[in-house]
């Protein structure tokens, strides 16, 4: 069972005219429950004229604090996303999971040096990370490159500003602005000029221990790309879609998905069968059958939906997160997988 927290609204600060920082209380008992690597997310459940909501967000917090912010930027038509920057209050209370996710940042006591590129909320878990970079050691360094339309929308401004003052010569961000051209600020969208003015220019000096991606998919792939030409290895090179999922994509399926598939869920040491059809994705199958499998985004960005298969093939038609070693594992994405066999066993618990 996908177990969530109780957690009331501490402080709601405004940090563009579309994004808001929501920092949230956590009880002395839930302490333990609620620590987390810089880089993670949280879960939120919100019942919304009567939909209930499931949405990610990204931690921004250090993790020395005892408190959790995240920052959450409104969409269009969203549904968590607007009401959270229209309608939430500080003593409001949240239902929240405890922290999960990839994207992570593994502090020592030992000198890192630390390069990140990010645009507009991306900019999120970033803010973790390079806490945590420069709280770890005094000679460790963190260099960013972050991109919006103009400092207006610049979601965190002034605590990257203070992070300046207070690591002078160890933080260093160069924003790049895509629609105002604005003092200390680099004009356009970031691109393969930028990346390399700031990290082969300006820094040509410092050795990198990691390179921090994240922002839109077409960020994600110029920037490694990037990174790869000048030969970074791979394996040095962590990233995070960090695009909106509150409206759900619809999803292609292969040609050949036809047919009934019987499947067997394991969740919380309990099995549930169920038929679903082979067009179907499996975690929406899952779902309408009131099966309280872990889910947040259903857009294939987080990694709460993961299982493994433990008989069966089942396809995914789309994964940014599972490495190719992990596939081969039998670990799936859920909300992007659909059945091609006519039996498929999926364990969320054995990931």
């Given at each position: 069972?996908?177990?969530?927290?109780?957690?009331?609204?501490k402080h709601?600060k405004?940090?563009?005219?579309?994004s808001?920082?929501?920092?949230?209380?956590?009880?002395?008992?839930?302490l333990?429950?609620?620590?987390?690597?810089?880089g993670?997310y949280?879960?939120i459940?919100?019942?919304?004229k009567?939909?209930?909501l499931?949405?990610?967000y990204?931690i921004?917090?250090?993790?020395?604090?005892?408190?959790?912010?995240?920052?959450?930027?409104k969409i269009?038509?969203?549904?968590?996303?607007?009401?959270?920057?229209?309608?939430?209050?500080?003593?409001?209370?949240?239902?929240?999971?405890?922290?999960e996710?990839?994207?992570?940042f593994?502090?020592t006591s030992s000198?890192?040096n630390i390069a990140?590129?990010?645009?507009?909320?991306g900019?999120?878990p970033?803010?973790s990370i390079a806490?945590?970079?420069?709280?770890s050691n005094a000679e460790s360094?963190?260099?960013?490159?972050?991109g919006?339309k103009?400092?207006k929308e610049?979601?965190?401004?002034?605590?990257l500003?203070?992070?300046?003052?207070?690591?002078?010569?160890?933080?260093?961000?160069y924003?790049?602005?895509?629609?105002t051209?604005?003092?200390?600020?680099?004009?356009g969208?970031?691109d393969?000029s930028t990346?390399?003015y700031?990290l082969?220019?300006k820094?040509?000096d410092?050795t990198?221990d990691?390179?921090?991606?994240?922002?839109?998919e077409a960020l994600?792939?110029?920037?490694?790309?990037t990174l790869e030409?000048?030969?970074?290895?791979k394996?040095?090179?962590?990233?995070?879609?960090?695009?909106?999922?509150?409206?759900k994509?619809?999803?292609?399926v292969?040609?050949?998905?036809?047919?009934?598939?019987?499947?067997?869920?394991?969740?919380?040491?309990?099995?549930?069968?169920?038929s679903?059809n082979k067009k179907?994705i499996?975690?929406d199958?899952?779902?309408?059958?009131n099966?309280d499998?872990p889910?947040?985004?259903?857009g294939?960005?987080?990694?709460?939906?993961?299982?493994?298969?433990?008989?069966?093939?089942?396809?995914m038609v789309k994964?940014q997160?599972?490495?190719?070693?992990?596939?081969?594992?039998?670990?799936?994405?859920?909300?992007q997988a659909?059945?091609?066999?006519?039996?498929?066993?999926?364990d969320?618990?054995?990931?």
């Open positions: 069972m996908a177990h969530f927290y109780p957690l009331t609204i709601i405004h940090l563009t005219p579309s808001v920082a929501i920092t949230l209380s956590i009880p002395k008992e839930h333990q429950t609620f620590h987390f690597e810089p993670q949280i879960t459940k919100k019942e919304i009567g939909k209930e499931r949405r990610a990204s921004s917090s250090s993790p020395k604090s005892d408190s959790i912010t995240i920052g959450v930027k269009d038509g969203g549904g968590f996303s607007d009401y959270a920057n229209t309608k939430l209050k500080e003593g409001d209370i949240l239902e929240v999971m405890a922290p996710g990839r994207f992570v593994n502090a000198v890192k990140a590129i990010a645009a507009g909320s900019i999120t970033i803010m806490k945590a970079v420069l709280d360094k963190f260099v960013l490159v972050y919006n103009s400092y610049t979601m965190f401004y002034t605590d500003m203070k992070l300046q003052l207070e690591y002078a010569n160890r933080f260093f961000v924003f790049t602005n895509s629609q051209k604005e003092e200390n600020s680099l004009f969208r970031i393969v990346i390399n700031a082969k220019n820094h040509k410092v990198f990691g390179y921090y991606l994240c922002g839109p994600i792939t110029l920037a490694s790309a030409e000048n030969e970074v290895p394996d040095k090179i962590h990233f995070e879609l960090f695009t909106s999922t509150e409206i994509e619809e999803l292609p292969t040609e050949s998905a036809d047919g009934k598939t019987q499947v067997t869920v394991v969740v919380d040491d309990e099995e549930f069968s169920l679903m179907e499996v975690l199958a899952v779902l309408k059958e099966i499998a889910y947040s985004c259903q294939g960005v987080c990694s709460s939906c993961i299982a493994r298969v433990t008989e069966g093939k089942a396809t994964n997160i599972l490495t190719d070693g992990e596939i081969e594992e039998g670990l799936i994405l859920t909300c659909h059945p091609i066999t006519p039996t498929l066993k999926v969320f618990d054995d990931v």
